[in-house]
């Protein structure tokens, strides 16, 4: 149902995103909605970005059409091939997103590729199957991937450092449901949460990419940035607390097995994965290109750059404590 309101959601922007081995253009939403209905993870300050107003379904509902409806007005559907979704929380939770407004973005992005953001428990066989009828008219193989933020394989790490709130068998379990209901899958992996140190962070990055990319499609490393009014800035403002280096992004991605998109949002600044100010660009912006163009030899010429930091964050990773303050900033 198109509405006749317009109300801007809470991001949307146009960029390029790999598929396989092509470049796709791509949309992405950020909708808001009734927020998530977990809402307890140490990093986010998504489930912030909500309607707070205890609200019906149905004016939920019509938020939330109206939304689209602003999306279809600043965005021609010949200029994307690529949908990538989000919310405060899940996508596919029907206490967050009314039943409704799933075949409304289905209708609306018919014969477009999907990317649909949400949590394990909300990958239905029955939802997901419903959605793809409406969505698929041949264009791709696989229309719709569930993307879940699975953030760790570790489950001792996604609850003590995440509080995710789910296991890794969750997550399997999901992507078995998934890809039975002829979806894909994509797995969202988190480098350093809190609690962490550089050395452990790095270790079970790599750890997880191994793990995941059994169950998993494609997977995107997101470096961990600071949000406001989270529990993981409340520690960093204390020192307890820092960014991963870009080092590290770099190692992970040259070791990786499987291509690993990243985008480090906030790169080289306080708040967002760093290193020293000084070789921040170029590195960011190299993994950013490596991202779309998968050539290796980019990521080993990136950790060829010469930087007096270097040598820092290589000592870190030895020197850092389990437990302990970060040595540095």
């Not at 059994?214 to 989270?230: E, F, G, K, L, Y």
């Amino acid at each position: 149902m198109i509405s006749e309101l317009r109300e801007k959601p809470l991001a949307s922007w146009r960029g390029q995103e790999r598929y396989g081995n092509e470049l796709l253009d791509c949309l992405t939403i950020i909708f808001k909605s009734a927020g998530c209905t977990w809402s307890k993870c140490r990093m986010c300050s998504y489930r912030h970005a909500r309607y707070f107003a205890q609200q019906s379904p149905e004016t939920i509902l019509g938020h939330l059409r109206a939304q689209l409806a602003w999306v279809t007005d600043q965005h021609k559907s010949e200029e994307y091939s690529m949908v990538k979704i989000f919310t405060s929380g899940s996508f596919f939770d029907p206490r967050e997103i009314p039943c409704g407004f799933l075949s409304d973005v289905a209708t609306t992005f018919k014969g477009k590729l999907v990317i649909a953001e949400t949590r394990p428990e909300f990958v239905d066989a029955e939802v997901i199957s419903s959605f793809m009828e409406i969505l698929d008219d041949g264009s791709y193989k696989t229309p719709l991937y569930c993307a879940m933020g699975l953030e760790t394989s570790s489950d001792y790490i996604r609850e003590k450092c995440i509080n995710k709130g789910f296991t890794f068998a969750d997550f399997t379990k999901a992507a078995k449901t998934a890809h039975s209901a002829g979806a894909g899958v994509k797995a969202y992996l988190l480098l350093k949460p809190l609690f962490l140190s550089e050395g452990e962070a790095v270790a079970d990055m790599k750890t997880s990419i191994l793990d995941t990319a059994v169950h998993a499609d494609m997977i995107s490393m997101n470096p961990c940035t600071v949000q406001r009014n989270t529990e993981l800035e409340y520690y960093w403002k204390r020192g307890a607390y820092r960014p991963p280096y870009l080092w590290s992004v770099l190692s992970i991605l040259a070791d990786s097995p499987v291509h690993i998109t990243c985008d480090p949002l906030g790169g080289g600044q306080k708040r967002g994965p760093h290193n020293c100010k000084k070789c921040d660009y170029e590195i960011v912006k190299g993994i950013r290109d490596y991202s779309l163009n998968a050539d290796r030899d980019l990521i080993s010429a990136l950790l060829q750059t010469r930087c007096d930091c270097k040598q820092e964050w290589e000592y870190l990773l030895s020197a850092e404590k389990s437990y302990c303050m970060p040595l540095t900033r």
